[in-house]
């Protein structure tokens, strides 16, 4: 199986996960980064080193989550590879505890946090 990133990453995006991956299966977007589910061996790894814990084992998805699989699987396939940490974006930790973050995955908005 694969691990997942969910949606604590969205608008956070902090790669401190991507220095623990072996095998460089991180992909890098503008407000998230993904998981390749193909390239992915499982090590669990990445899974402390998150700070906001939006990585899960993909058997442990909620029912509300599942849809991050085939979205980690589709974004991995058109950001670039990821093989060192990036500098969180300014508003990261104001972004933190905000749930229901989906909507601002994709959206060029910038609203205020909360």
């Known amino acids: 199986m694969t ?24 992909h890098a977007g ?11 061996i499982d090590c669990a790894l990445c899974v402390p080193a998150c ?14 989550e599942q849809d991050f699989l085939a979205l980690n699987r589709s974004l991995a396939q058109s950001w670039p590879v990821l093989a060192h940490s990036l500098p969180p974006p300014a508003d990261a930790d104001l972004w933190r505890e905000v749930t229901d973050k989906r909507r601002w995955l994709a959206s060029e908005e910038i609203p205020p946090p909360g």
């Open 3 to 26: 691990h997942v990133v969910t949606e604590p990453c969205i608008r956070c995006r902090y790669t401190d996960c991507v220095e623990s991956c072996p095998v460089d299966c991180f």
């Open 30 to 40: 503008p407000r998230f980064v993904a998981i390749d589910p193909d390239l992915c």
């Open 51 to 64: 700070p906001v814990h939006a990585i899960k084992h993909a058997d442990e998805l909620l029912q509300t």
